[in-house]
């Protein structure tokens, strides 16, 4: 089932009045934009600029000239036999009869407009941003994919409008319509992260019972802290490569606390490189996923010592 973004007559009236004022995206990278941030997938995403402000949501449908397609078995693709170097074309199920989109104009991703509770935002991020709502027509966002095979998939997309559908499996819902912007798609290796230097007071404990141990942060990533620990003399021994520790770590300033766990990666005689696997959450560990790396990240930067 699909409907439409506007309310103009559909078939091939609106794709060529659409094409004399636009040009053809590229229909292989939509097909790969689709199979990175599929409907019904999660992503994250922050307003341009401002890395530090990452939100979860979801897509719920996509905009393909205007059709709006709510689910993935509606989209049909038909490639060249091999060898061959036509394009791949996109055909939407309507009703059991298939819909060809010869050339795709404009490609946007649907998501919910569900607005923004107080706990969403700290007070610094709710002043940076510009009163009138979170979601505003022009604004530029990155999106985020949760697949992570060649890296993690982002892409820019524009706030094309706010509307609330009055049809649909969604009707009388809000939702943001985002233009995607198909030449910013990128993959970003996880792995190749800027190292950032601070001076961090921090605890560290051999095991989850074990006594603190005081050591200082020197440097991070999103996923590995440097710890200065030339003052661990009596248990300098225990701290071999490969050797699980828990890293914690305070913030006053921000009102935040940190307990990480990792592995020992590197060590020298006055230093060791913890990769970070999970964090205490409500008592228990979980796996340090991005969302969590980058609240890490964006809450350390704050310190006056980060440079």
């Known amino acids: ?56 949501s979801l897509i719920i449908a996509y905009g393909i000239n205007n059709y709006l397609v709510y689910t993935q078995n509606d989209i049909h693709i038909e490639r060249p036999e091999e060898g061959g170097d036509a394009p791949p074309r996109i055909l939407l199920d309507d009703d059991w009869k298939d819909v060809t989109v010869n050339s795709i104009y404009s490609f946007c991703f649907v998501m919910p407009d569900v607005g923004l509770s107080d706990k969403d935002l700290d007070y610094v991020s709710k002043v940076a941003l510009k009163t009138g709502g979170w979601f505003q027509r022009g604004e530029q966002f990155t999106l985020m994919s949760v697949f992570t095979q060649r890296g993690v998939p982002h892409i820019d997309a524009r706030i094309r409008k706010n509307v609330l559908l ?35 007071p921090a605890r560290l404990y051999l095991s989850e019972d074990g006594e603190p141990h005081d050591c200082v942060l020197v440097d991070f990533t999103e996923s590995c802290f440097k710890l200065r620990v030339d003052g661990l003399t009596g248990v300098a021994r225990q701290l071999g490569v490969r050797r699980t520790v828990i890293v914690a770590v305070d913030l006053p300033a921000q009102m935040r606390s940190f307990i990480l766990k990792g592995r020992i990666l590197r060590r020298d005689e006055n230093h060791i490189v913890v990769s970070l696997k999970s964090r205490l959450v409500g008592g228990q560990f979980e796996d340090m996923d991005l969302l969590a790396a980058i609240d890490l990240k964006a809450s350390l930067l704050q310190h006056p010592e980060t440079r």
Do not use: W
């Open 166 to 200: 009055k049809e649909g499996y969604y009707a009388h819902h809000s939702v943001v319509v985002m233009e995607v912007l198909p030449e910013t798609l990128n993959h970003v290796d996880q792995r190749q992260h800027c190292r950032i230097r601070t001076q961090v």
């Open 1 to 56: 089932m699909f409907g439409f973004l506007s309310r103009q007559a559909a078939g091939g009236n609106k794709e060529r009045a659409a094409g004399a004022s636009r040009q053809a995206l590229d229909s292989e990278r939509i097909v790969e934009i689709m199979e990175y941030f599929p409907i019904g997938g999660k992503i994250r995403y922050y307003p341009e600029h401002r890395k530090d402000l990452v939100l979860e």
